[in-house]
């Protein structure tokens, strides 16, 4: 959780959003993982870390709301 008394949520669609639980007001943290779902999701300090059908490890500045970091996983 990012803050008390909020989720962070992977959708159907690839994106992640935060969830407020107290008004479930949510926020758009990432729009989409390359028109695929989003399967893993891990949070540092200063980053959003995603990967996906597509194959990719993707680094997520929730601040500036922009992928900084891209790395492709062989298969």
Do not use: F, Y
């Amino acid at each position: 959780m990012p803050d008390n008394g909020a989720l962070v949520v992977g959708l159907r669609t690839g994106s992640i959003v935060i969830v407020k639980t107290d008004d479930n007001s949510q926020t758009t943290v990432m729009q989409s993982h390359n028109d695929g779902e989003t399967w893993g999701l891990d949070l540092t300090d200063t980053h959003v870390w995603t990967s996906g059908d597509d194959n990719q490890v993707k680094g997520w500045d929730p601040h500036e709301r922009k992928c900084t970091a891209t790395s492709k996983v062989s298969d």
